[in-house]
């Protein structure tokens, strides 16, 4: 999809105008990141202890809206929490009370990296998984070419947008979901993006959902539950 389709898709949408959810936080920190600071918050199950995973997840485009109360962004994190995760959700540089300005994917990939570096900081033992919803999924992808991690989701990935080409999944467990209606990323490219990845990640598909899950959200949990639920075979 050319670029200047994609946008025209994200304003006729709206984006993510309006479809905030407020986080259950357990903290609420700025730290520093490497274009001033980053909003950070975390979202803390009570049953969580210091060794299980914890969920870093990154939010669609900046430009458009995106930030850590999106409503993908707020679902995953819920999700993630009842599977006993710590999670945490941050604001991309020049969103909320993050300094700086938006960088086309490269600025916002070192802003998860100091992320990551602050969570394996307070808790180096804990295994790390990365999330992403559309643009974020593009930088929790970007950013798993230089971790080591456990899980990644990608979540309605822009392959037709941003540059995929030359990133790889990681070795461990990753799954992506995508919506067969989704309005801003052409589906199908999205499929065929995942069909010549190796090794392959777990692809669910939504036949019916949109690329903002209006009306899935609840669908797009349960994916996940049943994929990296407690007794599935990949736990």
Sequence with gaps: MPDDIYFSALHDH???DGLEEESCTGEELLIEGPAGQLQLLTSCPQCYQGESPIAVICHPHPLYGGSLNNKV???LANTFNELGLLSVTFNFRGVGRSGGRF???LGETADLLAVVRWVRSRHPLAPLWLAGFSFGSFVALQAAQQLQIERLLLVAPPVSMFDFSNLKGPEGSWM???GGKD????PEAVSAWVHRQWPRPRYEWLADADHFFHGRLNRLRERVLAAWGRGNSEQ
Excluded: K, P, R
């Design 183 to 186: 309005e801003v990323t052409a």
């Design 176 to 178: 992506v979901i995508q």
């Design 14 to 16: 709206h984006l993510y």
């Design 103 to 105: 960088d086309n994917g």
């Design 73 to 75: 962004v707020h679902i």
